[in-house]
């Protein structure tokens, strides 16, 4: 089992800038590649980005390409979504997730441990 536990994520407005983590206990955590999805109001859950066990690779939504960077300690047992240029677009509940694979995958159905979510909401 791995738990996932995201932080607090929060109120901007446009154009601001915001960070979240997900921290993880449990299991090794780099032997997991990790995504990070969203759920906006009235929408299905979406691919946001992934990162490989070892953090040197990654993929991004083409929504996000540009103002968001995904990144990971494997010390600290911790993923990052640093989200820049925020958008009102970008208003949803935040998940990270763990699959235990090399590479991580756009589609959600591929990870195996999620965490609970984390509401951002981007005001213009």
């Known amino acids: 089992q791995v738990q996932l536990v995201e932080s607090v994520g929060g109120s901007v407005q446009a154009g601001a800038s915001l960070r979240l983590s997900c921290a993880a206990s449990?299991?090794?955590?780099?032997?997991?590649?990790m995504g990070w999805f969203r759920q906006g109001p009235g929408k299905e859950r979406e691919f946001v980005a992934w990162?490989?066990?070892?953090?040197?690779?990654?993929e991004y939504a083409d929504s996000v390409k540009g103002r968001f960077t995904i990144s990971r300690d494997n010390v600290k047992n911790t993923v990052y979504l640093q989200m820049n240029s925020l958008k009102p677009d970008d208003t949803a509940v935040y998940y990270c997730?763990?699959?235990?694979?090399?590479?991580?995958?756009?589609?959600?159905?591929?990870?195996?441990?999620w965490g609970q979510g984390t509401q951002v909401t981007v005001s213009s």
């Open positions: 997730a763990a699959d235990r694979a090399v590479i991580g995958s756009v589609e959600a159905t591929a990870y195996e441990y």
């Open positions: 449990g299991r090794t955590f780099s032997n997991y590649a």
């Open positions: 990162i490989s066990r070892s953090g040197d690779t990654f």
